[in-house]
Structures are given as C-alpha cells and as structure tokens.
C-alpha cells in the first residue's frame, strides 16, 4: 500500500493518483492506461467531417456574397459565352464537388476503424454522398449544355429522367443496406447495466472501473461521481 503525501490515505500499489484527494502518488509505478484505437481514428473522422462542413458552407457563403456584388449582377464579357454569375456557379459547384470526392476517400479508410460495429453502414453513407455528387454535377454541367445544345429541352428532360431513375435505385439500395443490418446493430445493444446496477465508478476521462469508495480515479487522478455507474466529470463529489 503506498500512503498519500497530502492526506495519508492509504493506496493500492498500482495507483498513480490518490484516490481520496486526486494528489500524484509518489513512484507512479503504473503505466499509462492504453488508448482505444478506435477514438483515435473516430477523432480524425470528425475533425474531417466538421472540415468539409465548414469548407462547403464558406464556400455557399462566398458565393452568395460574389453574387450579391452591384458589380457582378449581369457582367457578360463578349468574348465568353457565360456571364460571370454562371461561371462563379460553377466553380463553387466544382470545389464542392472535389470536397466531397476528398472525404469519401477518407471516409471509405477510417469509417470501419472509427466505428467497428458500423462497418457495413458505409457503404450506404458512401451511395449518398455520391447521389449529392450527381446533383452537383448536374448543377455545375446544366449551364453549359445549355449553351453548347441547339435544342437542349429533350437532352435535359431525358437527363433528368436518367438521373432521377439512378438516384432512386441507388438510394433504395442504400435502404436495403440499412434494413440487413438492422438485425445486427440491434442484437449489439445491450440492456443490461452492469454497471449501474453494481458499486463501480467508471471514470470518463481514462474509461478505467474505480471501486465506489473512490474520490478520485487512481488511473488519471480525475474526479469521480458518488452516483454507482455514473461516469466522472469535472465536478467535485
């Protein structure tokens, strides 16, 4: 057993923290608490996903402001056959467009890492992303077509048919995907709480169980509820 130096409590011999005031036990003879490989790549998942989030709606916002400008409303060069409207259209439509091929990269790499018991869902998430991709797509390529067809009212309308028909079938498939692993997610919820049910206090900042006596966690020094099951916060007991 090793005593506190602040409180004399006395301490398991692995401990690093004391469990009674949260001071740094002398030796720190335990090692760290290994990480969950798992959040690291749900971190970088996140920190990706927000990025493109942010980076489509900058460039949303910029494009309205663009669009806006007195001196922009109506500009047509001579020697280009699209007004500027049209053509700031289309560049905010293709950095969206290579946005979104970016992030299915990174999503078809880290999202069955991130969330092993979801694997099966990506390629669902991927079909959507690439049903908006065909939106942007035809966002983008609409205005030239029009310029470049002599009679463009049957090439659209027939486009339109084509990409409305592929869109459903993707999307129906994304359904069947989800509605076959239904059965799976749902047999992996487990409604028993262990926990909750017992005198353990798990520790939110390190995930390691502390007997309910703890104050503070003797893995990372964190500060542990009194409530059985409950998990730790900032707050004192």
């Given at each position: 057993m090793?005593?506190?130096p ?7 011999p692995?401990s690093?923290?004391c469990i009674?005031?949260?001071?740094v ?16 790549y749900r ?5 990706a996903?927000?990025?493109?989030v942010i980076?489509l709606?900058?460039?949303w916002?910029l494009?309205g402001?663009?669009?806006n400008?007195?001196?922009i409303?109506?500009?047509?060069i001579?020697s280009?056959?699209?007004s500027?409207a ?6 905010a439509?293709?950095?969206a ?7 299915t990269?990174?999503l078809?790499s880290h999202?069955a ?5 979801l694997?099966n ?18 966002q983008?390529?609409l205005p030239?077509?029009v310029?470049?067809?002599n009679?463009p009212?049957?090439?659209v309308l027939?486009l339109q048919?084509?990409l409305a028909i ?6 129906a498939?994304v359904?069947k995907?989800?509605?076959d692993?239904?059965?799976?997610w ?6 028993d709480?262990?926990?909750a049910a ?6 939110a900042?390190?995930?390691k169980v502390?007997p309910?006596?703890?104050q503070?966690?003797?893995?990372c020094?964190?500060?542990l509820?009194?409530?059985?099951g409950?998990l730790t916060?900032?707050?004192e007991?």
């Amino acid at each position: 057993m090793i005593n506190c130096p602040a409180c004399q409590a006395l301490n398991e011999p692995n401990s690093r923290f004391c469990i009674n005031c949260g001071q740094v036990l002398p030796g720190n003879q335990m090692a760290e608490p290994s990480s969950n490989p798992s959040l690291v790549y749900r971190r970088y998942l996140a920190i990706a996903t927000a990025r493109v989030v942010i980076a489509l709606f900058l460039v949303w916002f910029l494009k309205g402001v663009l669009l806006n400008l007195s001196f922009i409303e109506g500009l047509i060069i001579p020697s280009i056959p699209f007004s500027a409207a049209q053509m700031i259209n289309l560049i905010a439509y293709l950095v969206a467009f290579v946005l979104l091929v970016g992030f299915t990269q990174t999503l078809r790499s880290h999202w069955a890492l991130s969330f092993p018991t979801l694997a099966n869902l990506a390629p669902a998430l991927l079909v959507i992303i690439y049903v908006i991709l065909l939106s942007i797509a035809y966002q983008a390529l609409l205005p030239i077509l029009v310029e470049l067809i002599n009679d463009p009212r049957d090439f659209v309308l027939a486009l339109q048919v084509t990409l409305a028909i592929l869109a459903v079938i993707l999307l129906a498939w994304v359904g069947k995907i989800i509605y076959d692993a239904l059965p799976g997610w749902l047999g992996s919820i487990r409604f028993d709480m262990p926990n909750a049910a017992s005198n353990n206090l798990i520790c939110a900042h390190c995930g390691k169980v502390n007997p309910g006596d703890h104050q503070y966690c003797g893995y990372c020094g964190q500060a542990l509820f009194s409530t059985p099951g409950r998990l730790t916060g900032d707050e004192e007991p």
